[in-house]
């Protein structure tokens, strides 16, 4: 019997026994135990760390104030061993797919979610990255079948993920599209007036787990703010709403059914103060902290992601109680235990019981074997094209900001775009979100051998893991000035905090950081003549920007779109233009004030 049928069973159960759910308890009650104990082991922001992370994404401060090494696949499975027990359910809170390096993206992701349903997990909430090749491709991977384009990876057919990906607040549009997103939860009257209430789920707004007799309900949640850092074609049949508001009607829908221990997932997370360890509480409230403090006293702890990092607090419910709320940072460098009991007669987890730990995944264990051997079968069937030399480079090309909010690598990139889009597109003008840059090239050779100073298309596609199209539009000359005003905080596009778009060489300008918003962009020259309000100019960026991507709202303006190579392309192929390649200045946006 498969899990859904069985959940199937156990809801229509607890429906028909009025909402108490009977299963797994001993035939003598009186025998029956007050508490059965549920422990929950949680990752989040993995993004297809096969590898163990390089640099200052593979190293983590731990519970004794020591930075260590952490992170990659065969140590995560090591850790997670050690840390499950019979009680145990594996979850996550998103972005474990997209932004990923090239072992993974070179086949849509597919061996890092494989290597997920090899590490036991049984439900996760989607991120805003699951969203990266749009929704269809999320479907693909959930439910299985080979990429449209490009067919079956060296593992053959995709049989789909092994575990539940949830989202309560990922609605479709048009609230005429029919959904199977809330099959496994049957079709009571009191659910179809619930969601008639709320609107059509694109995902499953909800999975349920049993562990010891009881049934746990997960809730998942990605940030609302989805829609500004995806590129809005793969997203266009969907909205993102409210999280606190998504989380109750889930909430509701799992107290119909009957299931009162209640977990939220959510995509969603706060900043830290620096340097503390990963078992304190050092979120600085923000909008992860809203939801945490805000979503229905039902639910009884808030496991979170997004923002990369890791704190472990406990923040007070709508009833002033007291709920876990906590983060485990990225890329696979910290796994999240939380001991919980569940109260046999009341179906909910004992508040005073949960018990939550930050654990390190430290490099200092044995590597699990058997993921050791997945991990080196992916690396072999993507080395050709991950060691193949495109450029040389004199020197470290940063992705390090300047004082202006260029980087050395920004500004090479949007070089190579303007290259790319000048034949076919006819750009004038390149602009680059600094968002997109993932990594810096260095000069020092890799173990790989291809010896200092050659950049590899492995390390090209580190830089650039997005897959993005470039795309050229026509704006004007005001509209161009609309644009660079947006990058910074204060206007009507609502940008969280200040972003420089890395400018093409022909593109100069000053910005004042004491004037008001609308006021603070000046002297805007292209090829040295100035550009007046009226002018057209052909402005070549990626789709996630031309798709208004990270709130700049103007780029939708744009008129004559024109659509070319991906930019990974564009970059490789500029590398591999002018050798040896020398760090551009960082000189072409002036600061005053």
Known sequence: MTSRSLLRLALAGA??????????????????????????????????????????SGRMVDEHGNTVDAGGAVYVATHMKALADRNTIAVAQGDLIGATPLISAAYHDEPSVEFLGKLGLKVAAVGNHEFDEGYAELRRIMKGGCHPVDGCSPGGPWKGAAFDYVGANVLFKNRNEKTDALSALGHSGQIKKLMADWGVPALPPVSVKWM?????????????????????????????????????????????????????????????????????????????????????????????????????????????????????????????????????????????????????????????????????????RVAPVANRPVGTITTDITNTAAPSGESPLGNLIADAQLAATRTGGNAQIALMNPGGIRASLTHAGSPAGEGDGVVTYGEAFAVQPFNNLMQVVTLTGAQLKTLLEQQFTGGPNNQAFTKIL??????????????????????????????????????????????????FQAFTGGTDLWSGPLDIDAFVEHLGRANPIAPPATNRITVTG
């Open 502 to 551: 890395q400018p093409s060489a022909n593109l100069t300008y000053t910005y004042s950081q004491s004037a008001a918003w609308g006021s603070k962009v000046s002297n805007i020259q292209i090829d040295g003549a100035p550009v007046t309000d009226a002018q057209t100019i052909r402005v070549a960026a990626n789709n996630f920007l031309v798709g208004g991507g990270d709130a």
């Open 212 to 380: 010891n007799g009881v049934p746990i309900g997960f809730i998942g949640l990605v940030t609302q703010t989805t829609p500004n850092i995806v590129t809005a074609e793969g997203i266009k049949d969907l909205k993102f709403v409210d999280e606190v508001k998504a989380a109750n009607v889930a909430s509701k829908l799992l107290k119909l059914v009957g299931v009162k221990a209640q977990v939220v997932l959510v995509h969603e997370g706060d900043q830290v103060t620096a340097g503390q360890s990963p078992d304190a509480c050092s979120a600085v409230p923000g909008a992860g902290n809203r939801i945490a403090t805000q979503v229905d006293s039902e639910v009884d702890l808030v496991l979170s992601g997004h923002s990369h990092q890791a704190y472990l607090c406990t923040v007070k419910d709508p009833a002033g109680r007291d709920r876990v709320y906590s983060q485990g940072g990225s890329f696979g460098r910290v796994i999240t235990q939380v001991d919980l009991q569940v109260n046999v007669k009341t179906r909910d987890i004992d508040r005073a019981s949960v018990v939550a730990d930050n654990h390190v995944v430290t490099r200092t264990v044995t590597p699990d074997p058997d993921i050791s051997t997945f991990v080196q079968t992916w690396k072999d």
């Open 15 to 56: 429906v028909a026994t009025g909402g108490i759910l009977l299963a797994g308890l001993p035939a003598d009650a009186s025998k029956a135990p007050r508490t059965v104990p549920v422990r929950l082991l949680a990752l989040n922001d993995f993004h297809g760390n096969l590898e163990p992370p390089s640099g200052s």
